[in-house]
């Protein structure tokens, strides 16, 4: 796997590089970053399968970082002294594993080899996904293996933790599905999906209306309030007024 490490102390980043080369032959390092600015610019230029990632830099914190990016197209496992911020950074990314300083060897290997299977399934499900699905179908795996539905019946996604909840027009309908609401971001957005919070995504083609306030709150079919936060209200409303 071809691995950025994003960690603000020297000390650190050649421990942790020591570690991977000594005990995870499946990590090629490609890079180190200490800020913000840097990992993101080392990510556009490398496209990493795999990030390992400091919770506080030099600029900033990671999670400042993923809000910048994109796409998250990679695994991350954070490296931190912080333990408080685990339940953070589980909700708000794509994130396998979380380890607490100092590292110990064999959760490292645990959380890579993780990493490594979970690159692996992706990878299976997009060569599956490119070479049978229809155009106006999406793979929802399952317990037993995976399920196509059409895109225009789901009406949002509701994140929960490290997994998706997905709300189908049909009355009642929802799927409780093992990827987070990022995954969904990606492979939903060429089907007019929006994420407008970071725990919901929205299908455009239902948004009935728009409530003013703090950060404002977008009206799906059936009724349904879903609030929209401060960063995302602008490219929102931006939609909306092009589309009217």
Known sequence: MRTLIVEDEVDGREGLMNFLRDYCPEVE??????????????????SPDLLLLDIKLLDGNAFDLLEGLN????????????PEYAMDAINRSHCCRYLVKPIQI?????????????????????A???????????L???????????????????AQGAYTKLYFRK???????SQNLKHFENCLSDYNFLRVHRSFLINLNYVT??????S???VLEGGIKIPVSEEKKRSLLSILKRTA
Request: glycine content about 4%; charged content about 35%.
């Open 71 to 82: 796409t998250q197209n990679f695994e991350i496992i954070f490296i931190t002294a912080y």
């Open 128 to 138: 599956l996904k490119s070479r049978y699905l229809p155009h106006h179908k999406v």
């Open 209 to 214: 209306g728009y409530r003013k306030g703090k």
């Open 29 to 46: 390092i490609i890079d180190t970053a200490d800020s913000v600015e840097e990992a993101r610019r080392k990510i556009r230029k490398y």
């Open 140 to 158: 929802i795996p399952n317990e037993s293996g995976f399920e196509l539905v059409y895109a225009k019946d789901i009406l949002y996604c509701k």
């Open 106 to 126: 064999t959760e490292l290997q645990e959380a890579v080899a993780e990493a490594a299977e979970n690159l692996k399934k992706e990878k299976e499900l997009m």
């Open 216 to 218: 404002g709150v977008v």
């Open 171 to 177: 009355e009642k309908l929802r799927k409780l599905v």
